[in-house]
């Protein structure tokens, strides 16, 4: 037996079993390519209904042409070809099908309260270390109130200390007037909520880290709050002074702790990884925690407008009082019970 | 190390880690993990685009308020917008583009998922979360260094590059947010089908160059593929004296006495591939592989 083009054969030419292969499957390859091509080019959203489902079937035939080839044939080319489309094809099939609206819709229905139920032991542990931090805060400016200084910095306290006076609180603080509506409610809220993000932001992130800058962060963020209130009830405004920071610190503390609680769900999957390895159990316990950590942006968003503007609009103690115990109730109701049934694990 | 590899390895010198990841179907893909450098430059491209995406945002918006409205607003509405820009860049290219952004596509990288599943909204929006610890926490600390004390300025910072440093303690060079969302940063060229050379037209009555089976037996699937490589070059002096140089050893281990023309070399070493791969793929599908000259018929 010789192998070779001059043994003969219609025209001398050699004709593989490869290549015949190919030549039955190569069409459905290159309108698979052109379809990759254009959504690689222009996003999921320029298939038809029907193109998103010939593309799943020309995909899988790729994949097993691929399988095939890869038993019957040598040639290098086509090889290699045939992987990088099934890879760019894969990535189109299973990549991302929904864009921010659709994703973000399935989110606040299900996504984020699923999540944040699974984080609910990491968020027990997180309020604890926050009311301890409290707690010391408080007890210690209690006990002499020029300790305020050490909990809480200057560019934070912005003028208010042991020095101020009863009226300087009531007057500057706490009935402090109203500024103007898009003072407040524009100007005031807007840098809240890009500051408080950035604090929620890192509490979650520095989770990475083993978790302890961000047990530190809440800490101290609990210990400055309970600083401020020796500092009022010192004054005699204890009560005025929950009130006034209840009303929006129910959100804002509320999404503060979630970002730390999902911090820690992250230290604890590095430090724990339990039975999976720990970069697995990390990929895993990282999508609820940023999950959960997500949403407390709309939380910060919410809690910012809530304290740049209804705080000095609702002028009076008990009105604010109620204020925030509708607030945390509904928040509450949302987390408990909405998106379906009570679930571990928001995948 | 696939035989694909090798030949890369050997005539292009590129040596990349490759990465195996396994589709819902079963079929597993080798990828190419991106170097740090590509990744490096897109990120820094990326930043370039936001920079000035933010910076038309100013100027635009100031312009518009100046003329319209009151000063404060005007630049709070702005910086609203600013912040969402830079906060959104990322992850809305992510969504939208299958795990690419910008400076992403121009370095032809992307992110997919680690064990080969769906890549999820949930693993962009962790992995870009993340980013905000590894670089613009790093920034703000280096800009405000000296406004706190020298020992916890200088511990913040330590860790913070120690995170930042990340992608060059793991073979996947994965940054926190990659490990955190379970994604890696591939290379991924796009390819063409080129023809097959083994089906190439030939004129007609030409008599072809014919080879025994021992003769063929010489060679293995990596030396045709590099064969293949060759022959796929752009013809030119150089690629020519190559092959003639290859045409030269072949005849020489394989035992054929005549010299080949000049002329000739190209229709010889096509030929020689078709012979050698038909009996190489005959081989294949009754279980033999001969991954190369070297090495024996393994059974598969």
């Known amino acids: ?347 | 190390m696939t035989t694909a590899d090798r030949v890369s390895e050997l005539l292009d010198g590129v040596k990349r880690p490759v990465r195996e990841i396994t589709s819902p179907e079963g079929v597993k893909l080798n990828v190419q993990t991106a170097s740090r450098w590509e990744r490096m430059t897109a990120f820094l491209l990326d930043v370039t685009f936001l920079s000035l995406a933010i910076i038309l945002i100013y100027s635009v918006g100031l312009v518009l308020f100046f003329t319209r409205l009151n000063l404060s607003i005007g630049l709070t509405f702005i910086s609203f917008v600013a912040f969402v820009v830079r906060n959104m860049y990322f992850l809305h290219f992510e969504l939208a583009w299958q795990g690419r952004t910008p400076g992403k596509k121009i370095c032809g990288i992307r992110v997919v998922s680690r064990n080969g599943g769906e890549l999820t909204p949930t693993a962009l929006i962790a992995r870009n979360l993340m980013r905000d610890v590894e670089f613009f926490l790093p920034m703000t600390l280096f800009l405000s260094l000296g406004e706190q004390s020298g020992w916890s300025s200088l511990a913040e910072l330590g860790w913070t590059i120690a995170l930042t440093a990340l992608p060059f303690f793991n073979r996947d060079r994965m940054r926190a947010g990659d490990i955190i969302a379970g994604t890696i940063v591939i290379k991924m060229p796009k390819r063409t089908l080129l023809d097959d050379l083994a089906s190439a037209p030939r004129q007609r009555g030409e008599a072809g160059y014919s080879f025994t089976p021992a003769q063929l037996a010489v060679y293995g699937a990596f030396e045709l593929q590099v064969l293949e490589e060759l022959l796929r070059r752009k013809q030119t002096p150089r690629v020519d004296s190559i092959l003639s140089d290859v045409c030269a050893k072949i005849c020489r281990n394989i035992g054929v006495e005549e010299a080949v023309p000049p002329q000739n070399v190209r229709k010889f070493l096509n030929d020689f591939y078709a012979s050698e791969r038909d009996m190489l793929e005959h081989g294949q599908l009754f279980g033999l592989y001969k991954d190369d000259k070297n090495s024996p018929d393994r059974k598969i």
């Open chain 1, 1 to 347: 037996m010789r192998y070779g083009a001059a043994q003969g054969g219609k025209s001398g030419e050699l004709t593989l079993r490869s290549a015949e292969f190919r030549a039955a499957r190569e069409d459905g390859w290159i309108k698979l390519d052109r379809m990759v091509t254009r959504v690689e080019d222009g996003g999921i959203g320029v298939l038809s209904a029907s193109e998103s489902e010939e593309i799943t079937l020309l995909y899988r035939s790729a994949v097993s042409s691929l399988s095939v080839a890869r038993n019957i044939a040598l040639d290098r080319n086509m090889l290699l070809y045939l992987e990088n489309l099934t890879l760019r094809a894969y990535l189109v099939v299973y990549g991302p099908r929904s864009g921010m609206s659709g994703s973000m819709a399935e989110f606040f229905r299900r996504g984020w309260p699923r999540a944040v139920r699974s984080v609910r032991r990491q968020l027990a542990v997180i309020a604890l270390v926050f009311f301890v931090g409290a707690a010391a805060g408080f007890m210690i400016v209690r006990a002499d109130v020029e300790n305020f200084n050490l909990f809480v910095s200057e560019r934070m306290s912005q003028g208010r200390g042991p020095d101020s006076t009863r009226e300087e609180l009531l007057g500057g603080e706490i009935f402090a007037p109203w500024k103007g509506f898009t003072e407040m409610f524009v100007v005031f809220a807007n840098s809240l909520f890009r500051h408080n993000t950035m604090v929620g932001i890192l509490c979650f992130g520095l989770g990475f880290m083993l978790g302890v800058p961000t047990i530190i962060l809440i800490a101290s963020n609990g210990a400055s709050l309970g600083a401020f209130l020796a500092l009022h009830s010192d004054k005699g405004l204890a009560l005025d002074f929950i009130c006034w920071l209840s009303i929006h610190g129910v959100t804002e503390i509320a999404a503060l702790l979630l970002m730390g609680a999902a911090g820690l769900l992250v230290a604890q999957n590095i430090i724990f990884p339990g039975r999976l390895s720990r970069l697995e159990s990390l990929a895993r316990a990282g999508h609820s925690a940023a999950v959960a950590a997500i949403g407390c942006i709309a939380m910060f968003f919410i809690a910012g407008i809530i304290e740049g503007g209804f705080r000095q609009l609702i002028a009076n103690t008990a009105g604010r009082l109620v204020f925030a115990a509708v607030t945390g109730l509904l928040w509450a109701c949302y987390f408990i019970f909405a998106g379906g049934k009570r679930r571990d694990d928001s995948r």
